[in-house]
Each structure stands twice: as structure tokens, then as C-alpha cells.
């Protein structure tokens, strides 16, 4: 089992829908969570992170972690056009390598 | 401010041929991760920098891969003998604590 899953399915929905992505995990020593978008042909770019259990909200951006379930999640309101990226979800526990998982390409159709 | 930045951007290469990749951490960073990114198989953790010191190389794949980095600075990462397998966009990081890294464009390599 890898440590860390996401489904890499495309995801395609209209502008202004809401875009829902998610991960599991598999090692309980994860503490740091972190959502990366990359445009093609471009290198990941921090989209959101958060320590521990909780939300954060940042605009139309919302990142959730339920260590209990060991299950995060992202949450993108009133998609974009230029929402249309690869979302890679990443974690740490404290070995100073992030463990990702092989990321969803969303097309939001205008 | 200045981001992480990485040369080449891309690189075309020979099989049996000696490549190396650059990496320039954003000012400040202590620490300085190289990551491999294959088409299906997501980013692979390959070497992290502490300073000038390397207390884990554990994800480099074989003996033909090596990296250095000077002054708390400048990274090279080294591929000797490239193989076809080592095609791949290499991607650098750099961070100051050990929560969030900030990546770099990435150089593209293809071995022919």
C-alpha cells in the first residue's frame, strides 16, 4: 500500500461548480498537510497547508484533515477557468520529505 | 521575491551520457530537496540538504545519481551513465522550516 492515495482520475465541471478532491493516507506520523496546484509544464505550486486536524479556509479554497480518518481534503468554490491545473496533495511527518500523491487534473469548462 | 530556480529548463541527452541539473534555493533556505516526477508515477522524494550536508539520500535510485550542494547555496544534481528509465521532469525545493517547500520550474530531461 502506497502511503499516500489519490485517485488521479481527470475531473471535468462547469464554471463555477464546486470541485471537491481528496487523499488517504496510511501513516499516522503525518502532521503537516499540504495541497499543491501545477500548471502544465510548470512546477507545483503551494496551494494550501495546514498542521494537524482542522479546516482552512483561503478565498474560494478550503483544506480539510481528518487524522482520525486519515483523510484530507480540498474544496475549490465558484471554479475557474484558470482553476484548471493538477492538484497534488503532500504530507510530512517530521522526516523533512514530503510523501504526494499522483494528483487530479481538473478542466473547469467554461 | 526570487523563487527556487533551476537550469535547464530542458535537456536532451545521449544514453551512456553525463548530465547534471542546478538547482538555486530561494535566499535563505536551510534546507533543499530534489524530487523526481515520471509520467503515472507522481513526485518521487529523491535527496534532502540540511546546510551542506545530506542526512538523507535514501530516495536516490542507484549509484548513478549523485548530488552536492555548496555554501548553503547551489545544488547540482548528477546523473552519470543516463539511461532511457532517467527521463523525467527533476524538480528542487527549498524550505526554511520542514512544513512547507517551495518548488522550482524543473528541468526536463530526455534520454535518447
Known amino acids: 500500500q502506497k502511503e499516500v492515495e489519490q485517485d488521479p482520475g481527470p475531473l471535468s465541471v462547469p464554471e463555477g461548480a464546486i470541485v471537491s478532491l481528496n487523499c488517504t493516507y496510511s501513516n499516522s506520523a503525518f502532521q503537516y498537510f499540504m495541497w499543491y496546484r501545477q500548471y502544465s509544464r510548470k512546477g507545483p505550486e503551494l496551494l494550501m497547508y495546514t498542521y494537524s486536524s482542522g479546516n482552512k479556509e483561503d478565498g474560494r479554497f478550503t483544506a480539510q484533515v481528518d487524522k482520525s480518518s486519515k483523510y484530507i481534503s480540498l474544496f475549490i468554490r465558484d471554479s475557474q477557468p484558470s482553476d484548471s491545473a493538477t492538484y497534488l496533495c503532500?504530507?510530512?511527518?517530521?522526516?523533512?520529505?514530503?510523501?504526494f500523491g499522483k494528483g487530479n487534473q481538473v478542466v473547469v469548462i467554461p | 521575491g526570487a523563487g527556487v530556480s533551476q537550469s535547464p529548463s530542458n535537456k536532451v541527452t545521449e544514453k551512456g551520457k553525463d548530465v547534471e541539473l542546478r538547482c538555486d534555493p530561494i535566499s535563505g533556505h536551510t534546507a533543499l530537496y530534489w524530487y523526481r516526477q515520471s509520467l503515472g508515477q507522481g513526485l518521487e522524494f529523491l535527496i534532502y540538504f540540511q546546510g551542506n550536508s545530506a542526512p538523507d539520500k535514501s530516495g536516490l535510485p542507484s549509484d548513478r545519481f549523485s548530488a552536492e550542494r555548496t555554501g548553503g547555496s547551489v545544488s547540482t544534481l548528477t546523473i552519470q551513465r543516463t539511461q532511457q528509465e532517467d527521463s523525467a521532469v527533476y524538480l528542487c525545493a527549498s524550505s526554511w522550516g520542514q512544513e512547507t517547500q517551495y518548488f522550482g520550474p524543473g528541468t526536463r530531461l530526455l534520454v535518447l
Open positions: 503532500a504530507m510530512n511527518g517530521g522526516n523533512n520529505r514530503l510523501a
